[in-house]
Every structure is written in structure tokens, then in C-alpha cells.
């Protein structure tokens, strides 16, 4: 059920923002991109984790959306290893210049495989919204984000609140 309706959102997003850029000329140049890298690593652990994603600035400046796709992979020796990916929707209100509100849901599809016998592997689909707010400077944005359908046992987050860097050029 969230598989077809994120892909619904999706389609429905990349049709408007295409009928949208036939009727104006400029449509690339309120295009920013952007996205995350992460890494991880210490005694028999390493993760890797790449996440682009580009937005549209509407002509008010003070509302942006936009999508991306995430991508990671862990893995700690001799007990697991887990690749997820999945895309993302994120949605930006700025009410002055230096406050960012965010919005952002993700589904991601993840898939654990372990080395011992007595874990059983997994592959599901997780969703997770997160509603933020960060202090911005430029296209620099450093803030905090809270996931509302977090599940401690299901989420490849450690918890709910999360500090986040966003970059857009």
C-alpha cells in the first residue's frame, strides 16, 4: 500500500513539474541539487550511505519541493550486512530567511542478511516522515528532524530525532 502511493506521488510530482517547465521558460533555474554522504567505519563495521536529491524553488522563494533516492549499505563482520534504497519526497518552507521548516518521507527497502543462523533475514518496506526545522545560511541548512512513524525495532535509525546537514546548489 505505501509502495503504490509514494509511486503514485512520484509520477504525479515529475508530470506536473514537466507541464509546469513547457510553460516556462526558466523552470532549470529554479532547480537546485543536492544530497547526503555518510560514512562509517571502526572495528569490523563500515557503512557507506548516498543519498542525491534535487528540488524545484517556487516563485515566491519561500516554498521548495523536491525528490532524491537513498542509498546505503552496513556491514559488521561476521553478523550482518544490509543494503536499503528507496526514494524520498522532501517539502521546504522558509517563514523568514534564516528558519527552514522541512517535511520529508522516505520508503525504503531494506534487506538484511546474517551470517549466524539464529537471526532470520529480512526484506521489507519501511516509510518514515519526518518533520524539521533548521537555521539556514545560504544554501546551507544545519537543523534537527523528527521521524513521526518511527517503530524501535523496524527503523534503520538509531532513534527518532536526527541531526541533519542540507546542501543545495
Known amino acids: 500500500m505505501h509502495k503504490k502511493l509514494f ?8 508530470i506536473s513539474l514537466t507541464a509546469y517547465s513547457q510553460t516556462d ?17 571502526g572495528e569490523g563495521y563500515f557503512s557507506a550511505i548516498v543519498s542525491p536529491s534535487a528540488i524545484y524553488q517556487f516563485k515566491n522563494e519561500r516554498i521548495a519541493a523536491g525528490t532524491g533516492m537513498n542509498f546505503a549499505y552496513a556491514k559488521d563482520k561476521d553478523f550482518y550486512k544490509s543494503t536499503i ?19 520529508e518521507f522516505e520508503v525504503l527497502n531494506v534487506i538484511q542478511n546474517y551470517e549466524d543462523s539464529y537471526y532470520e533475514d529480512e526484506n521489507y518496506w519501511y516509510p518514515a516522515f519526518f518533520v524539521g526545522a533548521g537555521y539556514r545560511t545560504e544554501n546551507v541548512t544545519f537543523g534537527i528532524r523528527y521521524d513521526v512513524l518511527y517503530k524501535e525495532n ?9 541531526p541533519f546537514i542540507r546542501i543545495y546548489f
Do not use: R
Open 85 to 103: 534504497w528507496g526514494p524520498s519526497l522532501i517539502g521546504l518552507y522558509d517563514p523568514i530567511y534564516e528558519l527552514q521548516l522541512s517535511g
Open 154 to 162: 523496524k527503523s534503520i535509525y538509531a532513534n527518532a530525532w536526527m
Open 7 to 14: 509511486f503514485t506521488i512520484i509520477i504525479s510530482f515529475f
Open 25 to 41: 521558460d526558466d523552470f532549470w533555474e529554479h532547480v537546485s541539487y543536492g544530497g547526503n554522504f555518510g560514512l562509517a567505519f
